[in-house]
């Protein structure tokens, strides 16, 4: 298929994102989630008019308003659209060729920059912390091993929840085995770098064409562990090491990232997680993307001030994503989240000592409770 379209993008045309509340979006980034939501089925979700529409944007030089990779773009970032322009190129709406799956929300972490409907632990303190929560249960789980047909799959990504630990997972990785050639299967999975796989898993991993395995780790040491609260950061390690034995195990195409979200609480550290990557896993791949949500973790909304002492800590993407859009500044309610989680988590912040002396300067909002309210119903209603 030919297209000139330059906002063009692969998922709403052979892709789907399957998430465990049983909404089924073009991409697991994609935000405009309201009219997607009346949905059961991945076919309705897929003809419904809004992605009809979409479709049609996206082959007339527009962007969609729910998307995320414009702003990316903009900032000289290369987007998840780019990368799956280079995958798939242009091709036109039809059987579903690459899927993300998302099996349920429970996780053995809550990160900082996480929310319910990813991690089941963060529940309870959303209550705490914003007197709503973002999921409405505690709880989703999808029964995605059924909705699927897994013989027209050229792609599966698999995110969490904590996916190495998910029953769901290791069940619907057993039918691939059963059902499919796995063989001209790729798979590409985030987990979080504490759990090693389980037998039905270990053998897709072994078997299946490209595998490429995202480890998510925000920062070295004892920061990722706060970030990443339940995380153990010498657990991280040994998990790696068996990671890495995967590139010998497996015959094929294998890459192992490790992937860091980056925002207020590590852009200045990063260096320290890329340097002991780089010298301790040779093999690894090291990438890095932006934090937008929430949006008082998301660079681009801190202080001028706090950019300027940053700025000889970080690469040239992230300077040029943290002044690209100044249009906010959310500093004093990043404060009034940091301060009172720490409270409901008994944490303490000693691991980032310019963050924490410029914290020290800066006054918190005397009230963020509308605050927070107004960016969870962005989030649940796009
Ligand atoms: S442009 Fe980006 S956000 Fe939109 S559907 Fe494609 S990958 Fe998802």
Not at 363 to 370: G, L, T, V
């Amino acid at each position: 298929m030919s297209c000139k379209s330059k906002t063009y993008c692969p998922y709403p045309f052979i892709g789907a994102s399957l998430q465990s509340d049983g909404l089924t979006l073009p991409c697991g980034q994609y935000m405009n989630v309201a009219p997607l939501k009346q949905f059961n089925t991945i076919d309705e979700a897929r003809n419904s008019a809004h992605m009809q529409d979409m479709r049609m944007k996206m082959l007339s030089n527009q962007h969609d308003s729910g998307c995320q990779c414009p702003a990316e773009e903009a900032a000289g970032i290369q987007s998840m659209r780019q990368s799956a322009l280079k995958q798939f190129g242009y091709n036109p709406f039809g059987k579903l060729k690459t899927v993300e799956l998302f099996f349920d929300n429970i996780c053995n972490l809550k990160c900082r920059m996480c929310a319910s409907s990813h991690s089941h632990l963060w529940f309870e303190e959303e209550k705490e912390l914003y007197g709503t929560t973002i999921n409405p249960t505690k709880y989703v789980k999808r029964n995605i091993s059924e909705e699927l047909n897994v013989l027209e799959l050229e792609e599966i990504k698999i995110y969490g929840g904590e996916p190495l630990q998910s029953l769901e997972a290791e069940k619907f990785f057993g039918r691939l085995l059963e059902e499919a050639d796995v063989s001209n299967i790729s798979i590409d999975m985030s987990t979080n770098a504490t759990k090693l796989p389980l037998p039905n898993t270990l053998e897709v991993f072994k078997k299946c064409k490209h595998l490429k395995l995202n480890l998510s780790i925000d920062a070295y040491g004892t920061l990722n562990d706060f970030i990443r609260s339940g995380s153990d950061w010498d657990e991280i390690v040994e998990n790696m090491k068996f990671f890495d034995t995967l590139i010998d195990m497996r015959q094929g195409d294998t890459q192992l990232i490790v992937h860091s979200a980056i925002g207020i609480y590590n852009a200045n550290l990063i260096h320290e997680l890329n340097d002991y990557v780089k010298t301790e896993f040779p093999r690894f791949v090291k990438l890095q993307q932006m934090i937008q949500y929430p949006v008082f973790l998301n660079l681009q909304n801190a202080p001028d001030e706090y950019k300027k002492l940053i700025e000889p800590f970080v690469d040239d993407d992230t300077k040029r994503y943290m002044y690209n859009n100044i249009a906010h500044n959310y500093f004093e309610h990043f404060l009034n989240f940091h301060n009172k989680l720490n409270t409901i988590r008994s944490e303490e912040f000693i691991h980032n000592k310019l963050l924490s002396d410029f914290m020290a300067t800066y006054k918190p909002a005397d009230d963020s409770k509308q605050f927070f309210l107004d960016q969870i119903k962005f989030l649940v209603n796009g």
